[in-house]
Every structure is written in structure tokens, then in C-alpha cells.
T-cell receptor, first 111, second 113 residues
Framework: ELKVEQNPLFLSMQEGKNYTIYCNYS?????LYWYRQDPGKSLESLFV?????AVKQEGRLMASLDTKARLSTLHITAAVHDLSATYFC???????????FGTGTSLTVIP | NAGVTQTPKFQVLKTGQSMTLQCAQD?????MSWYRQDPGMGLRLIHY???????DQGEVPNGYNVSRSTTEDFPLRLLSAAPSQTSVYFC????????????FGQGTRLTVV
């Protein structure tokens, strides 16, 4: 079974600072997804990473994928309060039938 | 543009009661799945389907039943509710074509007392 480890679980950071969330997975996959969840809400797709070396950026968030290291990162640049949320990475099985989620990173940006 | 529609949003059940959570998607996606979300545990897959008439178990299937008679609908049945099934449930759909990302419903917050 594919295992996905995400760290840190909790992240409190000041506005304007940079930080990186890490997502490691245990077996081969070439599709990785990042989602955002606001309290009491559903999951919203942020990034889709489909190949080794893929890099996607949207505003202050940048995601990358290294399939050889089985590692994805979500980098936050100059954090703002609006980025406060829980972020999940998810890895698709080789067959594509199942998604395996990390435990999530609860991000709080402090003014 | 409805996407994935889940009902109800909230539900309180007594132990031993049964109920069905409804999920419908209008994107013609092949794959549909049900997850439960518990604090500190991320999302865990309960059951999934790769097309009408085909279902399979995920990581935590016990106590739940599913069927998929049409492409659009994928209901989740709780056979005899237990307090351990108190959770937030999400339905998702995805397609093998394109990026393959999962689209989620709004969630059902279920409390079993």
C-alpha cells in the first residue's frame, strides 16, 4: 500500500516569511496533487504535478515534484494571512484508481 | 456547473440506525470514491468505483456499502451506525483523461450518538 508522509503537521509562521512543506511517498507514482482546505470546507485543487521535475507556481505558492526521490515540496513565499489553511498532498496509485493522502499541514500565518 | 453534489451536509444518527449518503457528479467522470476525514489522519479511502457496476474496497471499508448503477451516482450506505463512524465524509470524482485530479463534494458531517 502506498504511504504518504507530510511534514510538518502544524506550521505557524509570520507574515512575510518563507517556508516549505514536504511530502514523501513510498512507492512509484508519477502523479501528485496538492489541495487546500479551509476550516469546515471541502478540498480545493491547487496543483497537479505529472512528471519528474515538474514545477508549478500560483501566486505565493510553488510546488515541485522529484519522482526519483519520491518527494514533493510546497514552497510558500512571503506568507500572507489569506494562506492560512490546511494543505494536503495526494499521490495517485499506478493504476490511477486510488488517491492516497498525506495527513495534512495546518498552516497559520500570523500578522 | 454543479460538479460533485453531496447530501446531506449534516446528519445525526443513533447507534444502530442506517442511512445513505448521496453523491452525484455531472462531469462524466469514470472514477468515484468516498473518503472519511478524521482529525490528524488525513483522508482515508472507504470505497471506490472505476465505472458503473464496478466497485472495490479502500483502506477502511468495514461498516459501509456502496453501489454504482449509473456513471453519475455513487451512494454510500451505513449499515448499522456506530460512534466510531462519526466523521466528515467526502465524495470525489476524477477522470483518467487529462490531469486526473479529484474533485470533491462539499462534505457530510456525520455524528453518531
Amino acid at each position: 500500500e502506498l504511504k504518504v508522509e507530510q511534514n510538518p503537521l502544524f506550521l505557524s509562521m509570520q507574515e512575510g516569511k518563507n517556508y516549505t512543506i514536504y511530502c514523501n511517498y513510498s512507492t512509484t507514482s508519477d502523479r501528485l496533487y496538492w489541495y487546500r482546505q479551509d476550516p469546515g470546507k471541502s478540498l480545493e485543487s491547487l496543483f497537479v504535478l505529472l512528471s519528474n521535475g515538474a514545477v508549478k507556481q500560483e501566486g505565493r505558492l510553488m510546488a515541485s515534484l522529484d519522482t526519483k526521490a519520491r518527494l514533493s515540496t510546497l514552497h510558500i513565499t512571503a506568507a500572507v494571512h489569506d494562506l492560512s489553511a490546511t494543505y494536503f498532498c495526494a499521490v495517485a496509485s499506478v493504476t490511477g484508481n486510488q488517491f492516497y493522502f498525506g495527513t495534512g499541514t495546518s498552516l497559520t500565518v500570523i500578522p | 456547473n454543479a460538479g460533485v453534489t453531496q447530501t446531506p451536509k449534516f446528519q445525526v444518527l443513533k447507534t444502530g440506525q442506517s442511512m445513505t449518503l448521496q453523491c452525484a457528479q455531472d462531469m462524466n467522470h469514470e472514477y468515484m470514491s468516498w473518503y472519511r476525514q478524521d482529525p490528524g489522519m488525513g483522508l482515508r479511502l472507504i470505497h471506490y468505483s472505476v465505472g458503473a457496476g464496478i466497485t472495490d474496497q479502500g483502506e477502511v471499508p468495514n461498516g459501509y456499502n456502496v453501489s454504482r448503477s449509473t456513471t453519475e451516482d455513487f451512494p454510500l450506505r451505513l449499515l448499522s451506525a456506530a460512534p466510531s463512524q462519526t466523521s466528515v465524509y467526502f465524495c470525489a470524482s476524477s477522470s483518467w483523461t487529462g490531469a486526473g485530479e479529484a474533485f470533491f463534494g462539499q462534505g457530510t458531517r456525520l455524528t453518531v450518538v
